[in-house]
């Protein structure tokens, strides 16, 4: 890929942050939250990225691909470690940042906004809060039971997770959507991107995805009305998977925030329609 950069931060604790940036050195940064089990190999939209003078920044969330493994990670400590990330990236000690986060990458979005670290956030077909009342009663038991383990046994859920695979996760992504999500999902050069990643989202014995879905899956706790952004949640009419009722709960929990659903995308909007969100991010 053009323009593509290996990245690295440190912790006050000496953990190690990996990532990489793609697009021009110069361009206006925004940093991509990526979904589950992916690393910073996953990327959308990078033919564009020069054309828009945007430089995409990822990061391995702590225990995927080359990130340190940290056991006691939190919504809150994961947030604060993309902080470091940008800092040390673009070279400022504050400042803000554009975030887009997909899928179930999209809690770490909003905990950056929370933590007042967003510069304007767009989540794109965000993974819902299942442990929320009022989305937990929208969906059927066998949707709710991983999340509810999670909620009062935890340890359980996760040995349940700990048993996923890189195959398992491509599989289940598959076997979850809709068919012409799947289709796509199948397609080159998404296919190959998609397994790479996977790939490096499992090192560590999967040790960072586990942790990232027991978050994900657990109530979130974020005082939402501390959101100061602007942030847009964006779905396709198709999308089966992130959200009951595709995210118009999520989008009136948030001061603000508008939606929009696109009638001709389903839950690989991310990808379909990158030159819209990126000129939405852009401009």
Same mark, same amino acid.
């Not at 225990?63 to 902080?83: E, K, Q, V």
């Not at 340890?155 to 992504?173: D, K, N, Q, R, Y």
């Not at 100061?228 to 779905?235: A, K, N, S, Y």
């Given at each position: 890929?053009?323009?593509?950069?290996?990245?690295?931060?440190?912790?006050?604790?000496?953990?190690?942050?990996?990532?990489?940036?793609?697009?021009?050195?110069?361009?206006?940064?925004?940093?991509?939250?990526?979904?589950?089990?992916?690393?910073?190999?996953?990327?959308?939209?990078?033919?564009?990225?020069?054309?828009?003078?945007?430089?995409?920044?990822?990061?391995?969330?702590?225990?995927?691909?080359?990130?340190?493994? /940290?056991?006691?990670? =939190?919504?809150?400590?994961? +947030? #604060?470690?993309? &902080?470091?990330?940008? !800092? $040390?990236?673009?070279? %400022?000690?504050?400042?803000?940042?554009?975030?887009?986060?997909?899928?179930?990458?999209?809690?770490?979005?909003?905990?950056?906004?929370?933590?007042?670290?967003?510069?304007?956030?767009?989540?794109?077909?965000?993974?819902?809060?299942?442990?929320?009342?009022?989305?937990?009663?929208?969906?059927?038991?066998?949707?709710?039971?991983?999340? /509810?383990?999670?909620? =009062?046994?935890?340890?359980? +859920? #996760?040995?349940? &997770?700990?048993?996923? !695979? $890189?195959?398992?996760? %491509?599989?289940?992504?598959?076997?979850?959507?809709?068919?012409?999500?799947?289709?796509?999902?199948?397609?080159?050069?998404?296919?190959?991107?998609?397994?790479?990643?996977?790939?490096?989202?499992?090192?560590?014995?999967?040790?960072?995805?586990?942790?990232?879905?027991?978050?994900?899956?657990?109530?979130?706790?974020?005082?939402?009305?501390?959101?100061?952004? =602007?942030?847009?949640?964006?779905?396709?009419?198709?999308?089966?998977?992130? !959200?009951?009722?595709?995210? %118009?709960?999520?989008?009136?929990?948030?001061?603000?925030?508008?939606?929009?659903?696109?009638?001709?995308?389903?839950?690989?909007?991310?990808?379909?329609?990158?030159?819209?969100?990126?000129?939405?991010?852009?401009?």
């Amino acid at each position: 890929m053009q323009n593509e950069r290996q990245q690295q931060a440190v912790t006050a604790d000496g953990r190690v942050l990996s990532g990489t940036s793609y697009g021009p050195a110069g361009g206006r940064p925004v940093l991509f939250v990526a979904g589950a089990a992916t690393s910073k190999l996953m990327t959308f939209g990078s033919d564009l990225l020069s054309t828009l003078n945007l430089q995409l920044l990822t990061m391995d969330r702590p225990g995927i691909g080359g990130s340190t493994p /940290d056991p006691t990670r =939190t919504l809150a400590s994961t +947030a #604060a470690d993309y &902080l470091v990330f940008v !800092s $040390a990236v673009l070279g %400022e000690q504050t400042g803000k940042v554009a975030v887009v986060a997909n899928s179930q990458g999209s809690v770490f979005g909003l905990a950056l906004a929370c933590a007042g670290g967003a510069d304007g956030l767009t989540l794109v077909s965000p993974a819902d809060e299942i442990a929320h009342p009022r989305i937990h009663a929208m969906l059927p038991r066998e949707a709710t039971m991983l999340s /509810d383990l999670a909620q =009062t046994k935890p340890e359980e +859920a #996760a040995a349940i &997770l700990a048993g996923f !695979s $890189a195959h398992a996760m %491509e599989e289940m992504v598959m076997s979850g959507s809709g068919p012409e999500d799947a289709g796509f999902y199948r397609r080159e050069p998404f296919v190959s991107l998609y397994r790479r990643s996977l790939e490096e989202g499992f090192n560590n014995g999967g040790a960072g995805y586990v942790r990232d879905t027991l978050i994900a899956m657990r109530t979130w706790d974020l005082d939402l009305d501390a959101i100061d952004c =602007t942030v847009q949640v964006l779905f396709g009419a198709g999308d089966i998977t992130h !959200s009951p009722d595709h995210g %118009e709960t999520l989008t009136g929990r948030i001061p603000g925030a508008t939606r929009r659903v696109f009638p001709d995308a389903g839950g690989a909007l991310l990808w379909t329609h990158a030159r819209e969100i990126l000129e939405s991010v852009a401009a």
